[in-house]
């Protein structure tokens, strides 16, 4: 919760990790979508950057642009 939460209060412009995508599983994918989501709702639009070092596999990003609302 702590990344949600730092979302939630911080509103931050650029999110990145130093690794994969956080937790590896749908936990991660979801964190990430609520901070492009909670964008969206707030400004109307999407400005905000989610980064990450390491390479993540395909059928992660198909899950989680399922979790998106813009789509």
């Known amino acids: 919760m702590?990344?949600?939460?730092l979302v939630d209060k911080y509103n931050p412009d650029l999110f990145y990790t130093?690794?994969?995508v956080s937790f590896g599983?749908?936990?991660?994918l979801?964190?990430?979508a609520h901070y492009y989501n909670s964008d969206l709702k707030r400004n109307g639009k999407t400005p905000v950057?989610?980064?990450?070092?390491?390479?993540?596999?395909p059928t992660?990003?198909?899950?989680?642009y399922n979790l998106l609302l813009f789509k």
Request: hydrophobic residues 20%; aromatic residues 10%; contains cysteine.
């Open 2 to 5: 702590r990344i949600k939460d």
């Open 60 to 64: 992660s990003c198909n899950k989680f």
């Open 18 to 20: 130093d690794g994969a």
């Open 30 to 32: 979801s964190l990430i």
């Open 49 to 57: 950057v989610y980064t990450c070092k390491q390479r993540s596999n």
């Open 25 to 28: 599983n749908e936990y991660g």
